[in-house]
T-cell receptor, first 113, second 114 residues
Framework: AQTVTQSQPEMSVQEAETVTLSCTYD???????LFWYKQPPSRQMILVIR??????QNATENRFSVNFQKAAKSFSLKISDSQLGDTAMYFC??????????FGDGTTLTVKP | SQTIHQWPATLVQPVGSPLSLECTVE??????LYWYRQAAGRGLQLLFY??????ISSEVPQNLSASRPQDRQFILSSKKLLLSDSGFYLC?????????????FGEGSRLTVL
């Protein structure tokens, strides 16, 4: 069974600074996808960034980037130039079978002005 | 664009009462549909998923059931609620032609069982 571990229940960062959220996972699969989802206080979950395991290049979406270390089974999210709107709960998720995603317990990020 | 509607948004029910949470999807057809439950401060637990009308798979034994009477309708039900059924329920969909498994979520339904 796949597991996803987010070891940081809560984090905070000053506005405009950079923060990194950690995620590790466990699987015996070779082909899979990793995701970071954001759940703002308004509650609707949205996708932040996606990484295909077969791609060596780390995914980037504007201020969001990942550090994907396949051998170490690590998938961290870096948020640059943090904004107040980045305050949310962030979930790391793993998927091998189109839609049956396994989620971590989340990291609550607070961006301070 | 695809959207997912869930209702009711909030619900307070006594123990032993029935439950019906509804999820409808717009802007796509023949999606995979999912019910997740999120306990307070925790991650998402997959409860049910459906690959088509009338096709339901249960991930964990529980007091709940799911049905998919139409292609874009997914219902979560219970005949008698338990205190442990309290939580935040999220409906999600995934397009079959997206091999990545990216999920699109509804706004959620918060259930409190008293």
């Amino acid at each position: 069974a796949q597991t996803v571990t987010q070891s940081q229940p809560e984090m905070s960062v000053q506005e405009a600074e950079t923060v990194t959220l950690s995620c590790t996972y466990d699987t015996s699969e070779n082909n899979y996808y990793l995701f970071w989802y954001k759940q703002p206080p308004s509650r609707q979950m949205i996708l932040v960034i996606r990484q295909e395991a077969y791609k060596q290049q780390n995914a980037t979406e504007n201020r969001f980037s990942v550090n994907f270390q396949k051998a170490a089974k690590s998938f961290s999210l870096k948020i640059s130039d943090s904004q107040l709107g980045d305050t949310a709960m962030y979930f790391c998720a793993f998927n091998t079978n189109a839609g049956k995603s396994t989620f971590g317990d989340g990291t609550t990020l607070t961006v301070k002005p | 664009s695809q959207t997912i509607h869930q209702w009711p948004a909030t619900l307070v029910q006594p123990v032993g009462s029935p439950l019906s949470l509804e999820c409808t999807v717009e802007g796509t057809s023949n999606p995979n549909l999912y019910w997740y439950r999120q306990a307070a401060g925790r991650g998402l637990q997959l409860l049910f998923y459906s690959v088509g009308i009338g096709q339901i798979s249960s991930e964990v034994p529980q007091n709940l059931s799911a049905s998919r009477p139409q292609d874009r309708q997914f219902i979560l039900s219970s005949k008698k609620l338990l205190l442990s059924d309290s939580g935040f329920y999220l409906c999600a969909q995934c397009q079959k032609n997206m091999n990545t498994g990216e999920l699109f979520f509804g706004e959620g339904s918060r259930l409190t069982v008293l």
